[in-house]
């Protein structure tokens, strides 16, 4: 079965740094593209992050552009996001997505933006 297993949450000072790590096991067949989204309290659900298998592309949501990067270690089985210049408005639960014969979340973890 497949599972994907985020870890690194934490609270972090504005302008501090964080990285989030999704580890991906039990796909039949490999993931396509692979995705962060978050959501905050009392808003709808955002896509921050997007890399695809085959061509390592990247897209990042307007919000994230020049803090985040979004990134993989294929021999560890791990999909990365570091957040760096961490602004309050950043606090949210972050979920891992894959795309392989379904599209598949993760259980999310929490990330705090605060002084």
């Known amino acids: 079965q497949a599972q994907l297993v985020e870890s690194g949450r934490g609270l972090v000072q504005p302008g501090g740094s964080l990285r989030l790590s999704c580890v991906v096991s039990?796909?039949?067949?490999?993931?396509?593209?692979m995705s962060w989204y978050r959501q905050a309290p009392g808003k709808q659900r955002e896509l921050v992050a997007t890399?695809?298998?085959?061509?390592?592309?990247?897209n990042y949501a307007d919000s994230v552009k020049g803090r985040f990067t979004i990134s993989r270690d294929n021999a560890k089985n791990t999909m990365y996001l570091q957040m760096n210049s961490l602004k309050p408005e950043d606090t949210a639960i972050y979920y891992c997505?894959?795309?392989?014969?379904?599209?598949?979340w993760g259980q999310g973890t929490q990330v705090t933006v605060s002084s």
């Open positions: 997505t894959a795309w392989s014969d379904s599209y598949y």
């Open positions: 890399i695809t298998s085959a061509a390592g592309l990247t």
């Open positions: 039990g796909f039949t067949f490999s993931p396509y593209a």
